[in-house]
C-alpha cells in the first residue's frame, strides 16, 4: 500500500512539474501492435488484443506507471477463450456488484469481421464471463465513452455499412437500450471522450474524412455540435480526457499521412489549442490511457507496426481553473477533508478522475467538512462555481 501511496505522490509531481512534455516509457509487451482495446484500471492500464503482422490477438496486457514495466494478463475469454483475438474492440471500465470491472465488446476476429458480443473481465477471480450481446447490429471500429456508470458504444461499420447508431450498457441490470443516433454522419474510426458527465464523438471516416465534434447530454437524450477539431481531418485518431480538458492527436489524414500532433479541448471554453507533438513517428489506430495526472500513448500502425511507449504531462488544464479563494486540507488526506472559501461556493461535487461521483451539494456554503476515511485511494477533482466560475482543484486520499 506504501508504493500505492508513493505512485500518487510521483505522478502528481510529474503533473505539476512538467507542462506539455512527453518522455518515453518502456516499450509496449509483445509483439509491436495496432487496434488494441485499452483503459485505465485502478492504478493500472490495460490493453486487450489488437492486430500484428501475423493476426489479430487475444492478450491483455497491464502497466504499471510506479514500476514503468508491462505484465502479462489473463487472455480475453481465460483459458477457453480460443477464437476470441480480435481487434477495432471498445473497451470501457464499469462499477458491477461494487468492484471495478473491465468490458470488452464488438472488434473483428480472424475469421468473423463484425463482432457484437460483450466479455467483462473480474480483477478479484481474474476472470471473464460474457455478457448481453451488443442490441445493435454487429460491427468493429465504434467508439465507447462511460459516464454515470453506464457505458455507451456506437458507430462503426458493420456487414451493410458505416453506423450512426448508440446504445447504453447498464452493468446492473446486463442490458443494453438503444439511444438518440449519433446527430454526425454514420462512420468508422472516430475518437471520443468523457467530460463531465457529457459524451464528446468527433473525427472519423464516412467516405469522407472529418473534423467534427459533437457532444451527447445525458439528460436530454440528444446531441449537441460543439467547436471543430481543428487539425487536419482524420481516421484512426486516439483520445482521452483529463477534466477539465480532454486530448485528440495522431491517426491518418486524407492524403495518409500519419499524424504525430497533439490538440486540447477545453470543456468549459469549448475550444482548442494545439500542444506539443508526440516527439515519435506519426501512427493510427494507437492506444491511450490516462492515470493519476499523466497520459500514456503507444504502439500503432503507420505503415509498419509500432511497439513504442510514450508519457505526456499535459498543460495542467485543471491547474489553470484553481484560484486562491478555495482550499483544500490536508492534502493528501486520510480522514478529515476541509473545504473553505471566503465566498459563497455553489453546485459543489467531488469525483474521481474517470468520473464516478463521490459528493454533491446544491447549498450555498464557505466550508465544508467532509469524512473520507472510507473512501478508495486515489485522486479526486473538486467542482465548484464562485460568482459563476469554475473552481476545479485535485486532492489525493491516502491510506
Known sequence: MHKLIFLILISLSLDLSAQDYWYPRDTVKGPPKSAMAAISFENIGLIIGGLDEFGFKRKMYSYSPFQDDWNEEVSLGGTSGEGLERGSACAFMLYHENTRKAYVCLGQTQTVAYMKDLWEFNPQSETWSQKANFAGTARRQSVCFTAANLAYVGTGEGATGLKKDFYCYNPEINAWTQIADFAGTARRDAAAFELNGFGFVGTGDDGTLKKDLWMYDIQSDSWIDKADF?????????AWSAFPVAYVGTGEDV????KNDLYEYSYYLNAWVQRANMPAPGRKNAFAFYIDGVSYVGAGYNGIFLEDFWAY?????????????????PNPVQNQLNISSDQLMRHLSIQTMDG???????????????DVTHWPIGTYLFQCEINGIPQVKKFVKCE
Open 313 to 329: 504531462s499535459g498543460t495542467a488544464g485543471i491547474e489553470s481553473f484553481e484560484r486562491i479563494d478555495v482550499k483544500l486540507f
Open 356 to 370: 464516478k461521483e463521490w459528493f454533491t451539494s446544491s447549498q450555498q456554503i464557505n466550508q465544508v467538512e467532509l
Open 255 to 258: 492524403n495518409g499521412v500519419f
Open 230 to 238: 481543428p487539425g487536419t481531418p482524420r481516421a484512426g485518431a486516439v
